[in-house]
């Protein structure tokens, strides 16, 4: 299940090995996890998550740890 403590992701949340969730996709709510950074100095700041796909910060939340 997706976590109740999440926030929008921001451009220094996109590094290799995040954690990245999206909410409402296709299949429902889902994660994965940032392989490799496409454009760092970019405010999109794509991404290749380990399923092969690209994703952006559309969307993109992470879950805060306090």
Same mark, same amino acid.
């Given at each position: *299940?997706? #976590?109740?403590?999440? $926030? #929008? =992701?921001? *451009? !220094?949340? @996109?590094?290799? &090995? =995040? @954690? @990245?969730?999206?909410?409402? &996709?296709?299949? &429902?709510? %889902?994660?994965? +996890?940032?392989?490799?950074?496409? $454009?760092? !100095?970019?405010?999109?700041? =794509?991404? +290749?998550?380990?399923?092969?796909? $690209? %994703? &952006?910060?559309?969307? =993109? %939340?992470?879950?805060?740890? !306090?």
């Amino acid at each position: *299940p997706i #976590p109740a403590n999440l $926030r #929008p =992701a921001t *451009p !220094s949340d @996109i590094v290799e &090995g =995040a @954690i @990245i969730w999206h909410k409402n &996709g296709d299949d &429902g709510d %889902y994660w994965n +996890v940032v392989e490799d950074v496409l $454009r760092p !100095s970019d405010p999109f700041k =794509a991404y +290749v998550a380990d399923d092969g796909c $690209r %994703y &952006g910060l559309d969307e =993109a %939340y992470v879950e805060v740890v !306090s």
